[in-house]
Nanobody, 117 residues
Framework: QVQLVESGGGFVQPGGSLRLSCEAS????????MGWYRQAPGKHRELVAL???????SYSDAVKGRFTVSKDSAKNTVSLQMNSLRLEDTAVYYC???????????WGEGTQVTVSS
């Protein structure tokens, strides 16, 4: 059984920083990508950042230059360092792990990030 557990969410003031972490357990398959998505109220879930097994990173335009995604392949963990947070970054952030086999896609339960003064 694959399980992804996120941590690190919470309340932060505009301009502040948070670091999200995700630990995947029960992974017995080659991982294609590990990453983070977010969903704000009334909006669709969107890609925030991801990193491939080869180490290539991708970011949404909204977070480029502010967020950094990293992984530890040996531990099956992925982190998201979020700096210069803005009000519009408020959302539930979800960890995602994607395998190379079709349909092998797993999600965490999500962690709330609230940017507010």
């Amino acid at each position: 059984q694959v399980q992804l557990v996120e941590s690190g969410g919470g309340f932060v003031q505009p301009g502040g920083s948070l670091r999200l972490s995700c630990e995947a357990s029960g992974v017995t398959f080659p991982i294609n990508t590990m990453g983070w998505y977010r969903q704000a109220p009334g909006k669709h879930r969107e890609l925030v950042a991801l990193v491939t097994s080869g180490g290539t990173t991708s970011y949404s335009d909204a977070v480029k230059g502010r967020f950094t995604v990293s992984k530890d392949s040996a531990k099956n963990t992925v982190s998201l360092q979020m700096n210069s947070l803005r009000l519009e970054d408020t959302a539930v952030y979800y960890c995602n792990v994607d395998g190379f086999i079709y349909g092998m896609d797993y999600w965490g339960e999500g962690t709330q990030v609230t940017v507010s003064s």
